[in-house]
């Protein structure tokens, strides 16, 4: 395997370069990139590239919020559900006029639901967050469903036009929005509550006992959450243009395997989230093979799943060899 | 306050902590309404249709409750793409043949079953959550069903399958569902396997308490791994009824069922963490809730509504029954 | 701090009561050590104070006010801090992050000052351990030693005004220590209080001012070195309960002559690759063998791998002159080895279950019952060893959770009773009972290795190796290397033994 940019001329780099628990996914990914290149004709085109970033977005953003959900120790079931209740909100209620206003209630809305809601409920209430976010996914895309049972609401046209647009001629808007992101994930990485979610998910009775609020920081964690979901909300508003209540669900696996791919424990409190941004386009380029590897459409949703029950197994494997009980076989 | 007070206070208390007990009274409480709401509700006929119905939920949530029982936060979400193989397997290999019965029961037992390992092997050695393990395999089970089925669903059930899903047995001036009768016989069944024999103990030993159970001489894993299976062949087999009930088929036949059963098998008071539980709970909750379900449809709730209200419901449930304790 | 007291304090869990009525005060900067044996209640007291426990009554008093603590954080606006045993870090943080833990110092309004958070958390671990520890370290690669001076590192750094160090030494080196002990004494230069929780009474009469003594969770005694001599003998018997002659609870057993009797367990070279290593030895049909020696030390490892539960790297076993090799637990059952897990809920019982459930299930795996469960007979088997153990309440249908420790063991140990064990494997059988369970417990013990089974036992309590076995096997670093015969089974020797005497300095 060859890295593109030839890394080869520091040895020690290299080899802490290796530790890095998002190491794996960049060279899957730089790897399914060549692969995805070869196959498809018009790979390295401006239109492409634009196109690619369009449905590379939202994903990477959920994948950021399931992340840090992840890294805190818990695991929420409901996103892809909360981004179809934003999506067919935002549509059916969206007039030209206020649009903005409607936006702003979508936001309180996905916060509300992702971050409070959810966060409470494994937070402070400490109920189980797998089979709790199942129940609140249920809650979500049942109100979506009610809101538009078939596909329909409106979007204005300058929304899907701005989505698809560039800025400085080259720059996919898309694409800011995905660095607009990054840039506040990067800024929350720099504070306390970010040290503390891998705390508690690392370690959350010596978490407790350090004097840290779980709930809360679990609370936090979904809150943080909630607003990466509000700006994948918006990027699928902006893609389809049109409100229907099945746009979010393929998200919700998507992101845990992301997020799986991408170094992180499903435990909690180890790998970083930039892995899960590497494991999110690595699912994105794995589409676009799929896709332009002419198989049905069929074997496609298959191929889609079977994808996400490997990266679970695989990502199952560092944490069997880690917790070595040896005292119990069990 | 006498001893006397004491004791039925305390008596009542039990009564009232009785999970199944309160599940019955809530099926009770929704009958009520339902006669309410639509008189005529609650005639024998109409009760024996609404039980018809709910024991394909019924058979659905047996496989959902030796799951839970078998502990790890156990739980098969992959049940509504067994279903959905359940009635594809059975349409295909029958064909409107009588004769083509047995195969196809044996096939949807054979492939339910080996699908359920697959989830089996991914809790007990990789030791991935249930939940997720199970949703994401469901997910390949349907995209290889749509693949095969390519969208058109091919095959017919046969009369004798009909007269299995459909059909009724006279009791006197009474007509009883066969599925009636097939469901209290496994019901019973159930009942026997859970608590009198040993592969019940083994079952509710090792959701109990697995380090224990292994120490003592079960092999965990293995257990583990048959009760998924068994849970794949349960669902499997309800799609195969299912088929005979309705009569044809559309692909989304199983995905109603998913949330429905973990619902039923929660609000039956079997213990989410394992170990503990009776079947007869879950068979109050797919009562409660197929009688639910066909009220809000009388009432002409949308899907959406009855997803939301199942919903809700799994929720509150969840915040009485499974919360975690602090120290 | 100035003054503290914790008065009456009282605290249950789930049927056990781990402090009774247990009080502590003292005045000043001073260095207060709390010792008692296990099941004392200190480590109790001490999570109460620094919040991770809450208290079921009593008060604790800071200053003359009556304080409530309710969580960690609390006790830290207090100035309360407990050093932990290798609890409160976390793995996948870096040394200085763990350090700094809890109370980092912002920058500006949100982000961390980093910079300034390394170079405390090295001043701090300089004083302590210097140039051994690298910052950037991640805890879970440290080894024990160094886990627990982290651990010490970040109780310092949130400079505590009552630093309790809950059992600091068992995992250090003897270097270690002694730099621990420099600290400490400069701590109370700087009017620090330290309560100072520790086994090890040379520590304790070397370094405290005062000495606070707990027994069944009450406080039974105080001892000041400001007015008397530093000798342990004015602790030890506030420990045990007895007057200056150690007398024990029990008469002792027997010698058994064993010379003629066959061999039933033999191993030879045995190591699992992490905590044994090249363990030979031999056990007699009737024979009660004690593994003994400090805590930790592969006593643990060594009775789970003849139980079959941990895996055998090199060596060989054999029972009854049969090679063996077990790769389950079923294996070990099959050939008649029997275990009663140290850990009676987590590893022994079916905690919401049934007594008779829990009883008879050992029949299952070992295929005593078909598929259909004869009830009558079961329930007349259970109620047999119901019987023989004397449990309380005797009620084959009673949830075991409900059930005092004492009964519980007896439910654990009492459902071998049942077969005839070959070899029965008792890991810690006694710990945190009562009296009268342990002695039942030991009575049957010693009624079946008269009819011929072997008994390994490994006991947290030398007295109960005095008592109760044939032979004791001292374990140091996972390998045997001590061995005392009948008659040269004493406190003495055994303590001694265990300490490796010469090493550190009793």
Known sequence: MYDKRNNFRFGASLASLTKWPSFPALLILILLVIVNASIQPNFFTMRSFRSNFMTFTPLVLVAIAQGIIILSGSLDLSLGSAISLFNCFTAYYMTDENAVFIILLGFVLTVIATGFVNGICTGRLRMPALITTFATSAIYLGIAMIILPVAGGYVPRSFYNFYKGTALGALPNSLSILFAGILIWWVFSRTRAYRYIYAVGSNEEGAFASGISTWKIRLTAHIFASLFIFIAGMCVLMMTATGEYRTGQSYTLNSVAAVVIGGIALTGGRGSIVGAMFGALILGILNNIIFFSGTSSYLQIFFKGAIIVLALCIGAVPILLRSKKRIIGV | ?327 | MEFFEGRNLQKRFEGVIALHDASMRFEGAKICGLVGANGSGKTTFARICCGLVKKDSGTILINGEEVSISSPFEANEYGIVLAHQNLSLIPDLTVWENIKLGHEKAKNRFFLDNEAARRDAEAILNDLVPGEIALETVVAELGPAHKQMVEIAKALSQKPKLLILDEPTAALEYYHVEQLFKRILQLKTQDVSIIFISHRLWEITRLCDIVFVFRNGISVGTVDFGKEERDASLIVPMITGEEKHRTFDSVRKPKKPLEGADVSLELSNVSDGIKMKDISLRARRGEVLGIGGLNGQGQEELIMAVAGAVHIASGSMSVDAETVKFKHPKDAMKRGIYLVPGDRIVHGLFPTHTVLKNLIFPRLPLRKEGFRLNFKRLNSLSDDIIGRVDLVPPDRSMSVIKLSGGNQQKVVFGRWLQFMPTILLLNDPAKGIDIQAKNALFALTHELAGQGTTVILYSSSNEEFITNCDRVLIMFEGRIVDEFGYDDITEDNLVKSSLRVGETGV
């Open chain 2, 1 to 327: 306050m006498s001893t006397v007070q004491n004791m039925t206070r305390t008596r009542m208390k039990r009564f009232f902590d009785n999970k199944i007990i309160m599940a019955f009274i809530l099926v009770a409480v929704l009958f009520i309404m339902g006669q309410i709401i639509v008189p005529g509700f609650s005639k024998f006929n109409h009760i024996m249709s609404v039980l018809q119905a709910s024991f394909f939920l019924g058979l659905v949530g047996l496989g959902q409750t030796i799951v839970v029982i078998s502990g790890k936060e156990g739980l098969d979400m992959s049940v509504g793409a067994n279903v959905t193989l359940g009635v594809v397997l059975g349409a295909a290999i029958i064909n409107g043949e009588n004769a083509r019965l047995l195969p196809a029961v044996l096939a949807a037992l054979g492939a339910g079953f080996t699908l359920g390992l697959v989830n089996g092997l991914g809790v007990s050695l990789l030791n991935i959550a249930p939940l997720i393990m199970t949703l994401a395999w469901g997910i390949v089970i349907e995209g290889l069903l749509l693949f095969v089925i390519k969208g058109h669903m091919f095959g017919t059930g046969c009369p004798a399958l009909e007269l299995l899903g459909h059909g009724s047995i006279e009791l006197g001036s009474l007509k009883i569902p066969s599925v009636v009768v097939i469901w209290i016989v496994v019901i019973v069944l159930m009942w026997f396997i859970l608590n009198k024999t040993k592969p019940g103990h083994v079952l509710y030993a090792i959701g109990e308490n697995d380090k224990a159970a292994h120490l003592l001489g079960v092999r965990v894993n293995f257990v583990r791994t048959i009760v998924y299976g068994l849970s794949g062949t349960l669902s499997c087999l309800s799609g195969l009824l299912l088929l005979g009930f309705v009569g044809s088929a559309h692909l989304n036949l199983g995905a109603r069922y998913v949330l429905p059963s973990v619902v039923a098998v929660i609000i039956g008071g079997i213990r989410f963490g394992g170990g503990e539980g009776n079947y007869l709970g879950a068979v109050a909750g797919s009562i409660f809730l197929t009688t639910l379900q066909s009220i809000l449809v009388t009432l002409e709730l949308s899907e959406g509504g009855r997803q939301l209200i199942t919903g809700i419901v799994l929720i509150i449930l969840l915040l009485a029954y499974t919360r975690r304790q602090r120290r």
